[in-house]
């Protein structure tokens, strides 16, 4: 079992920028893929970003593409979103999640593990 804890979130202005930082634990980080999603109030979970478990073949929403950079640190076991020129529709709480072995997809069920979330909010 790997548990993932989500860091980072917060409230910030329109064009205001975050990082967020996602540490997992309980299995060799290298084998992981591992993503981000997020889920605003009313709405279903969507993909945002995911990364393979060497850091290559990075992968994002069209919605985020350019704005938003995901990355991560095997060393410190840990991933990042860092989130560039925020929108309020950006505002959403926001989840990381890993899959043992394969490329980072797009598809929530894909992966095993799921960290709590960290809301971030986006003021107009």
């Known amino acids: 079992q790997v548990q993932m804890v989500e860091s980072g979130g917060g409230l910030v202005q329109a064009g205001g920028s975050l990082r967020l930082s996602c540490a997992a634990s309980g299995r060799t980080f290298s084998n992981l893929a591992t993503g981000w999603f997020r889920q605003a109030p009313g709405k279903e979970r969507e993909f945002v970003a995911a990364?393979?478990?060497?850091?290559?073949?990075?992968n994002y929403a069209g919605n985020v593409k350019g704005r938003f950079t995901i990355s991560r640190d095997n060393a410190k076991t840990t991933v990042y979103l860092q989130m560039n020129s925020l929108k309020p529709e950006d505002t959403a709480i926001y989840y990381c999640a890993s899959r043992f072995m394969g490329d980072g997809s797009s598809v929530a069920g894909n992966y095993d593990s799921w960290g709590q979330g960290t809301q971030v909010t986006v003021s107009s």
């Open positions: 990364i393979n478990g060497r850091g290559g073949s990075p």
